[in-house]
């Protein structure tokens, strides 16, 4: 399954509405103004409800700090959508994402997002998005139409 970042098909969107964490000098996650990317499923045939976050500082690059995976359903939905998946009740709430890039300071990036999805309409941002992404038309195939004269 291919995740395409938020902001690739919404870009002016994306700008106006990623969350983002300021850490001032002095504290166990060095200074920066993190942002929280939003990642989708790119897969049309997949409604598995849930976002990939990729937290990454202003001034730090390309760098990825956490990884976050977060769905937003009861356990109950996940383990009915991926039948057999030992770890699918776990997709109802935050989680580091084992598969992808994490450092020493990804536990504090969750308890963070942890804080964040309190605020409910944050929640519904993220589902707004999926939802605008998962609806996001097809790239048109090459046209074999004649053209006009």
Not at 7 to 35: C, H, K, M, S, W
Not at 85 to 93: G, I, L, Y
Not at 98 to 108: D, G, R, V
Request: charged share 25%.
């Amino acid at each position: 399954m291919e995740m395409i970042p938020f902001y690739e098909r919404f870009g002016e969107i994306a700008l106006q509405e990623t969350r983002t964490l300021t850490v001032p000098a002095g504290n166990d996650v060095p200074a920066d103004e993190y942002g929280y990317v939003e990642f989708y499923c790119a897969d049309k045939g997949c409604d598995c409800r849930r976002v990939i976050i990729r937290v990454l500082g202003r001034h730090s690059g390309d760098k990825v700090w956490a990884t976050i995976s977060y769905g937003w359903e009861k356990a109950s939905f996940y383990n009915a959508w991926s039948p057999g998946t030992k770890n699918a009740a776990e997709w109802d709430r935050p989680t580091l994402d084992p598969l992808n890039p994490q450092t020493a300071y990804s536990a504090s990036f969750l308890v963070a997002f942890e804080q964040m999805i309190r605020d409910k309409a944050y929640v519904s941002r993220l589902k707004r998005h999926y939802t605008m992404f998962k609806n996001f038309p097809a790239s048109p195939g090459p046209t074999h139409k004649k053209p006009a004269p």
